[in-house]
């Protein structure tokens, strides 16, 4: 296989993927992104010039899929506004709250996250602190 | 792509000039493509057997576009370092 042969098949493969990994809309683009490569004198060159499109065709496919999955969809677009809106809603009130309210607050979500793992025992302020000897030596002395 | 305006660039010529790998090249020329400030067409190989080749240059309210552009850079420069700007 000759150094023209080569890159004629280097370029139909590339063509295939780059095809198929771009959007139907932008198509076209495979053949003028890819035809450059046989302008290109270097074969160095032109190898970094085929890599470099299937990387631009991937870059575009990722795009466009994110802008069609989260922009265009409104069965998407309702839970992730309605999320937001709670999460506003609860920093309002976690700012608003007494620090009192805000430690049993965290309290409740810790026990939520890690449900099994949850202190069971009331230590006060310290009760996200690690057991240690000490704390233990403490629990079991005090009246 | 100012500086040439009114002439026909190939892909390749731009990434040299732009000093732009063809995979972030690409991207924006579509994106320019569908704003409307960039034209295309292709050019029938003058070599045989070689696929033709898609020419690129920017459109009338791509020229006014890209010097607004070009203004604002500047000014931006000259705000940044007074003694840059010429």
């Excluded at chain 2, 033709?52 to 940044?80: D, F, H, I, N, W």
Aim: aromatic share 8%.
């Amino acid at each position: 296989m000759n150094q023209g042969d080569e890159a004629a098949c280097r370029s139909r493969i590339a063509y295939r993927l780059v095809a198929l990994v771009l959007p139907p809309h932008r198509k076209d683009w495979a053949d003028a992104m890819l035809n450059e490569s046989n302008y290109i004198k270097s074969r160095r060159a032109a190898l970094q010039w085929v890599l470099g499109c299937t990387c631009a065709a991937l870059r575009v496919r990722v795009t466009y899929e994110l802008e069609r999955t989260f922009m265009t969809r409104r069965i998407l677009k309702v839970p992730l506004y309605l999320a937001a809106v709670l999460a506003i809603g609860a920093i309002g009130i976690y700012i608003d709250a007494k620090p009192y309210q805000r430690e049993r607050m965290w309290r409740t979500v810790h026990q939520v996250v890690n449900s099994d793992n949850a202190p069971r025992i009331d230590r006060g302020k310290n009760a996200f602190a690690p057991e240690s000897p000490n704390n233990r030596v403490q629990r079991a002395g005090s009246p | 792509m100012l500086a040439r305006r009114g002439h026909w660039l190939h892909g390749y010529e731009l990434s040299e000039q732009a000093d732009l790998k063809s995979g972030t090249l690409y991207p924006i020329l579509m994106r320019l493509s569908d704003r409307g400030v960039l034209e295309s067409k292709w050019e029938p190989s003058p070599h045989e057997g070689r696929p033709p080749r898609r020419l690129y240059r920017l459109t009338a309210p791509g020229v006014a576009y890209a010097k607004e552009q070009m203004s604002q850079a500047g000014a931006v420069v000259r705000l940044v370092s007074p003694g840059r700007a010429s």
